[in-house]
């Protein structure tokens, strides 16, 4: 290398910012085009449902005088044969349901994720144990679970999150268990063990963002699940209950009425999908944002 | 390399006389791995003798070069002295205590001396984490990460030969031979005195090989660096080590100065690795003596009786009498001098001169 070459590239060394770990995460998911248009979306929906019911002139409980009209300027998504405002409804709807569907995700995420990735890394005792009471919980139907809680529950949207939560994390070990076995016999555990690094560090910092694909991607399944649940739920009377509501609710109350007032049913439908199909972009984002190896990323 | 009359150099002072005083010192060490049934209930039905009896001393600043074949144990050794697997029974000596007894808690500040490079640089590295964070991690877990922590991972990668700019790069993106490098800088970034290298050369490519030996090399000298250097290329091995102690199914067999191993090897299986080693003359490989083995290593589930390579001795089957032949049957042959000038594992050792002065 001449002296001049050498010294250029001295110079570059300085140019290149080192990033943090996170930044670096962010830069590649903000490259995923699909899944920024995607938040983009979500974001909306999130405001329209948190922000929306305090700027709309009626509120989600209240009868008006129009029954059944349909969409139009003064009620946008129509009414209700009771009269009431279908806008209303729907954005207190999205509003319950996205609670309920991301309190459900993230808990029986993490619950399960950790679970399953404690039972992988020790094996042996501890994995039988961990896991037959995972097998346990598989096993615990839903709707009787429910049913039994919801003497007490009186709809609040919280407990739904953690009754539904509280059934699906087993599902979530599993996967993560699996995963686990294999990466736990990997060299760069050994190296990390190596180096002096404690189990919780190997488990937290090497084990689970290697596993992170998987999870992610059973996430966002989980969060369309989760309000595909709490409107059975609702449906047995278990969930939410009247004058408040969810999408599941109102999709169900105008399953008769879908040829007679089809905006009680395509409306909140239309909100369904839109969540559970943003979140799904967005966890496919972030799996290849974790994934340094995706070359996706760079189109 | 070394001077060709090794038998002129005395035999007990390999590295210039300083380092005489072991850094690190294995005495015995076992490492058996049980065998289990494949039924229901995994009854214990075997053992594989994977390390049986080791002992050897790593003096400071020397490399002592540990060779054998797939399977010989070289690398259960390597991991079993850092205990990163239990051992069944022995010691290894370290800064006054006996490493196998200590707890993976008491084991932790020790880390800091003791570090490992391993062979597959693909499957070392985690492949979700950068360089950077790669390098940095030792000086995390052992809290030494401080205000001037990114200075100092730039410094280990100027030091192994990496440019500091590709710290925000990840594993995948780089060639073995820059990984191997990688590697080489998160063993060192806790300035560690032993550096054990479990065969970091043998997933590289042979131009890219001399790069990593020649950086082990120049760090020893800057370092002040031991090295445990496991392999299983001989001409790597003559490259880089002072003294070179080879493993034939658990145990070692032979451990003398790299000159007068290659020189003139006393045990009949260092004997047949030394003639297989390729000369780059085709005229004197042609007219070199071939010492050929016949069959495959033993099952070290059942590893034979006496002297483990009786099986395949060229000596045993075509040189000795019945009375001898038994003694090898009977007798395991302890690592002892035998008036050869090095410990040598065989009852009926003697020098054989095989290779020319070294090229």
């Excluded at chain 1, 922000?51 to 029954?67: C, E, M």
């Excluded at chain 1, 399953?116 to 839903?142: E, H, K």
């Excluded at chain 1, 105008?254 to 979140?279: E, K, M, N, Q, S």
Aim: with cysteine; hydrophobic share 45%.
């Amino acid at each position: 290398m001449t002296d001049t070459a050498a010294r250029r590239a001295a110079e570059r060394e300085f140019t290149v910012r080192e990033r943090t770990q996170l930044q670096l995460t962010v830069r590649r998911f903000l490259r995923h085009r699909l899944a920024v248009a995607s938040l983009f979306v979500l974001i909306l929906v999130v405001v329209f449902a948190f922000v929306g019911p305090l700027l709309w002139r009626y509120d989600y409980a209240q009868f008006t005088p129009d029954n059944s009209v349909a969409p139009s300027l003064k009620h946008p998504f129509g009414t209700t044969e009771d009269g009431k405002d279908e806008l209303a409804l729907v954005m207190r709807g999205t509003q319950q349901s996205v609670k309920v569907a991301v309190l459900t995700a993230v808990a029986a995420t993490a619950i399960g994720a950790v679970w399953g990735a404690i039972a992988g890394f020790y094996r042996g005792l501890v994995d039988a144990l961990l896991m037959r009471f995972a097998d346990l919980v598989l096993t615990l139907p839903l709707l009787a679970v429910a049913a039994v809680l919801a003497g007490n529950t009186r709809g609040s949207w919280w407990l739904i999150a953690i009754v539904i939560a509280g059934l699906q994390w087993a599902i979530v070990s599993r996967i993560v268990r699996g995963v686990v076995l294999s990466l736990r016999e990997k060299e760069f555990i050994e190296a990390a063990r190596a180096l002096g690094a404690s189990d919780t560090r190997i488990i937290f910092r090497h084990l689970l963002p290697n596993a992170i694909g998987p999870v992610i991607v059973n996430a966002t399944i989980l969060v369309a699940v989760a309000i595909l649940y709490e409107t059975a739920l609702s449906f047995l009377g278990f969930g939410i209950k009247a004058p408040d509501t969810s999408l599941g609710l109102l999709v169900n109350n105008a399953r008769t009425a879908v040829d007679t007032r089809p905006w009680l049913f395509y409306f909140p439908g239309l909100f369904i999908i839109v969540i559970a199909l943003t979140i799904n972009f967005i966890g496919d984002g972030l799996r290849d944002a974790f994934d340094p190896r995706q070359q996706r990323i760079r189109q | 390399m070394t001077a060709p009359s090794a038998a002129a150099a005395p035999p007990s002072d390999p590295a210039g006389g300083a380092a005489d005083r072991p850094v690190l010192e294995v005495r015995d060490l076992v490492k058996h791995f049980p065998v289990r049934s494949k039924s229901v209930i995994r009854r214990q039905i075997g053992e594989v003798h994977a390390v049986c009896g080791v002992s050897f001393d790593i003096r400071a600043n020397e490399t002592l070069g540990l060779v054998g074949e797939s399977g010989s144990g070289k690398s259960t050794t390597a991991r079993t002295l850092l205990n990163l697997q239990p051992a069944t029974s022995g010691a290894v000596m370290f800064a006054g205590r006996d490493l196998t007894k200590l707890s993976r808690a008491d084991m932790r500040p020790l880390r800091r001396e003791l570090q490992i490079v391993f062979q597959d640089p693909y499957a070392a590295l985690d492949p979700r984490i950068s360089v950077n964070e790669i390098v940095a991690e030792p000086l995390r877990i052992h809290r030494s990460f401080g205000a001037d922590g990114r200075g100092q991972v730039r410094e280990l990668l100027r030091l192994v030969g990496l440019n500091p700019e590709h710290g925000n790069r990840y594993p995948h993106e780089f060639s073995g031979g820059q990984r191997q490098r990688i590697g080489i800088a998160r063993a060192l970034a806790l300035r560690p005195k032993v550096l054990v290298l479990d065969e970091p050369v043998s997933a590289l490519d042979v131009s890219i090989q001399a790069g990593i030996l020649n950086l082990l090399r120049d760090l020893q000298e800057e370092l002040g660096l031991s090295y445990l250097f496991v392999a299983h290329d001989l001409s790597v091995v003559r490259h880089i080590a002072h003294r070179v102690a080879v493993m034939y199914l658990g145990r070692i067999v032979e451990v003398a100065p790299a000159a007068r191993l290659f020189g003139s090897p006393a045990h009949p299986y260092t004997q047949a690795l030394i003639s297989a080693i390729p000369l780059p003359d085709p005229r004197r490989e042609r007219a070199r003596r071939r010492i050929l083995l016949t069959g495959d290593v033993p099952n070290p589930i059942s590893p034979p009786s006496g002297c483990r390579f009786r099986t395949r001795c060229p000596k045993f089957a075509g040189q000795l009498t019945e009375p001898e032949r038994n003694k090898c049957v009977d007798e395991v042959p302890e690592l002892v001098d035998r008036g050869t000038g090095a410990p040598v594992a065989c009852h009926y050792a003697e020098p054989l001169h095989l290779l020319d002065s070294p090229a």
